[in-house]
């Protein structure tokens, strides 16, 4: 997501660093090309003229700050806008109502919301521990109830049993009964969506809404559909009173207008963006994070977050007592690469770490997910022996590899010869010690990845 914004507004403030101070001209000719930039991504036209007049008022005679130079000054601008434009904090979820407390999904057909109440749901239990119930109230899709009965399934959530036969409004009030009678924390229900906003639609939304009293009416919008994501969040908070959107398919999104203009066109908070097909695939929205990542500064704080939630620290302590006894294998590496996949894909990671989509510059095929699982297939094919001691791997060995793994000889050797470099630097920082392990520039138990840039 942001993508072409990111690149386009690398190369306008590439020019405004390499100058010692700025003219009013300047400024002019970089808040041009920002315009257009913004522009491009697709966010809404107002938006960019409100966000280009604010930027302007700050950043003409602008005062420099400690070791900032003039054009870090005005990025730095751009980035506290970007952020103002976003909503300034992230905005949690508000379940502060007596249990169960009803949180009602909204949005038009295929925007994503039964995939997107079940990850919610999963969230939820997972990490506050909260008891959820979902109900399908989509009686006009075939295999709607279905499909909720089965990613609440893979979610480990339950779903209450519902049938097309059944009014929307009857089954959002028995489903508000059960979860009282059951103890449930929070009812998740997913309404029905059409192809566009029409009247009969709202109508139905606005007698469940009176029914259950939701805490929260979640809006999901395809992302991917730019300014209609922004027009339809306008006409469900017009109908409804919207309390947040989630943004799904982000993941396909390179431009991100719709991300940079709902707040400020509804005035209602971004409170999560939808990633990917997985049902862990659901990050919070944090609009510094995103300001950052926007303008190539990396999200560290994201990063660390990730690791702690996917690498498992048992494992990670012993890897580091291995590669300070100089024993490390193959089965360990693959170990590795196994957890640093639970993360994501691989470029998201690249873009949390400051400074790495620019070194990155060209060479996005060497980040590519493809790789970590060509190299996964080839160790797979390797006997246990062999990962243990890759050195018995003599030229027969390497054909079976190549031909177990779908790989050629070449792909083998290479992998074995960037194995040996890896080996060679983690014995050196095995010698130095935890200190001379971080020195690496490596985190504790995270080696670097054979051919990766990490």
């Given at each position: 997501?942001?993508?072409?914004?990111?690149?386009r507004?690398?190369g306008?403030?590439k020019?405004?660093?390499?100058r010692?101070?700025?003219?009013?001209?300047?400024i002019?000719?970089a808040?041009?090309?920002?315009?257009i930039?913004?522009?491009?991504?697709?966010?809404?036209?107002?938006v960019?003229k409100?966000?280009?007049?604010?930027?302007?008022?700050?950043?003409?005679g602008?005062?420099?700050?400690g070791s900032?130079t003039?054009g870090?000054?005005?990025i730095?601008?751009?980035?506290?806008?970007l952020?103002?434009?976003?909503g300034?904090?992230?905005?949690?979820?508000?379940?502060?109502?007596q249990p169960p407390?009803?949180?009602?999904?909204?949005?038009?057909?295929?925007s994503?919301?039964?995939?997107?109440?079940?990850?919610?749901?999963?969230?939820?239990?997972s990490?506050?521990r909260?008891?959820?119930?979902?109900?399908?109230?989509?009686?006009?899709?075939p295999a709607a109830m279905?499909?909720?009965?089965?990613v609440?399934e893979?979610?480990?959530?339950?779903v209450m049993?519902?049938?097309?036969?059944?009014?929307?409004?009857?089954?959002?009030?028995r489903?508000?009964?059960?979860?009282?009678r059951?103890?449930?924390?929070?009812?998740?229900?997913d309404?029905?969506?059409r192809?566009?906003?029409?009247?009969?639609?709202m109508?139905?939304?606005?007698?469940?809404k009176?029914?259950?009293?939701?805490?929260?009416?979640?809006?999901?919008?395809?992302?991917?559909?730019g300014?209609?994501?922004?027009?339809?969040?306008?006409?469900f908070?017009?109908?409804?009173?919207?309390?947040?959107?989630v943004?799904s398919?982000?993941?396909?999104?390179?431009?991100?207008?719709?991300?940079?203009?709902?707040?400020?066109?509804?005035?209602?908070p971004?409170?999560?963006?939808g990633?990917g097909?997985?049902?862990?695939?659901?990050?919070?929205?944090?609009?510094?994070r995103v300001a950052?990542?926007?303008l190539g500064?990396?999200?560290v704080?994201?990063?660390v977050?990730?690791?702690?939630?996917?690498?498992?620290l048992?494992?990670?302590?012993?890897?580091?007592?291995?590669?300070q006894?100089?024993a490390f294998?193959?089965?360990?590496?693959?170990e590795?690469?196994?957890?640093?996949?639970?993360?994501?894909?691989l470029?998201d990671?690249?873009?949390?770490?400051?400074?790495?989509?620019?070194?990155?510059?060209?060479?996005?095929?060497?980040?590519?997910?493809?790789?970590?699982?060509?190299?996964?297939?080839?160790?797979?094919s390797m006997?246990?022996?062999e990962?243990?001691?890759?050195q018995i791997i003599?030229?027969?060995?390497?054909r079976?590899?190549a031909?177990g793994?779908?790989?050629?000889v070449?792909?083998?050797n290479?992998?074995l010869?960037?194995f040996?470099?890896?080996?060679?630097?983690?014995?050196?920082?095995g010698k130095?010690?935890?200190?001379?392990?971080?020195?690496?520039?490596?985190i504790?138990?995270m080696?670097?990845?054979?051919?990766?840039p990490?």
């Amino acid at each position: 997501m942001f993508d072409n914004l990111s690149d386009r507004l690398e190369g306008v403030f590439k020019k405004l660093r390499g100058r010692g101070s700025l003219t009013d001209a300047n400024i002019k000719e970089a808040l041009r090309e920002v315009r257009i930039a913004l522009l491009e991504a697709d966010v809404n036209f107002k938006v960019v003229k409100t966000f280009i007049e604010r930027v302007r008022e700050k950043a003409v005679g602008i005062e420099v700050v400690g070791s900032l130079t003039p054009g870090q000054q005005v990025i730095k601008v751009v980035h506290d806008e970007l952020v103002t434009l976003m909503g300034e904090k992230n905005a949690s979820l508000n379940l502060a109502a007596q249990p169960p407390a009803v949180v009602m999904m909204v949005g038009l057909q295929g925007s994503g919301k039964t995939t997107t109440s079940a990850k919610l749901a999963k969230r939820l239990r997972s990490k506050e521990r909260k008891k959820c119930l979902l109900a399908s109230l989509d009686v006009y899709r075939p295999a709607a109830m279905d499909q909720l009965a089965t990613v609440g399934e893979q979610a480990g959530v339950e779903v209450m049993e519902t049938s097309p036969s059944e009014k929307p409004v009857a089954i959002a009030a028995r489903a508000l009964d059960t979860a009282k009678r059951g103890g449930y924390d929070v009812l998740f229900l997913d309404t029905a969506g059409r192809l566009h906003v029409d009247e009969t639609l709202m109508e139905e939304l606005s007698q469940v809404k009176g029914e259950v009293d939701p805490v929260e009416i979640l809006l999901v919008a395809d992302s991917m559909t730019g300014q209609d994501a922004v027009t339809v969040a306008e006409q469900f908070d017009q109908q409804l009173s919207i309390t947040g959107v989630v943004l799904s398919k982000s993941d396909g999104d390179a431009r991100g207008g719709a991300a940079l203009s709902i707040r400020h066109v509804t005035g209602k908070p971004i409170k999560f963006l939808g990633v990917g097909e997985g049902l862990d695939a659901l990050d919070v929205f944090h609009p510094d994070r995103v300001a950052s990542r926007i303008l190539g500064m990396g999200d560290v704080l994201s990063l660390v977050e990730t690791a702690m939630e996917n690498v498992d620290l048992e494992k990670a302590a012993k890897l580091q007592d291995k590669i300070q006894k100089t024993a490390f294998t193959l089965e360990d590496f693959l170990e590795q690469m196994q957890q640093i996949k639970k993360m994501g894909p691989l470029g998201d990671l690249m873009s949390m770490i400051p400074g790495m989509k620019q070194a990155m510059k060209g060479r996005e095929s060497e980040v590519d997910d493809s790789q970590l699982k060509r190299i996964e297939a080839i160790i797979l094919s390797m006997t246990p022996g062999e990962r243990r001691k890759h050195q018995i791997i003599n030229a027969s060995r390497k054909r079976r590899i190549a031909k177990g793994s779908g790989t050629s000889v070449q792909e083998v050797n290479r992998l074995l010869k960037q194995f040996v470099q890896t080996q060679k630097m983690m014995k050196r920082l095995g010698k130095l010690g935890k200190k001379g392990f971080m020195r690496g520039g490596g985190i504790p138990g995270m080696p670097k990845m054979p051919g990766m840039p990490f």
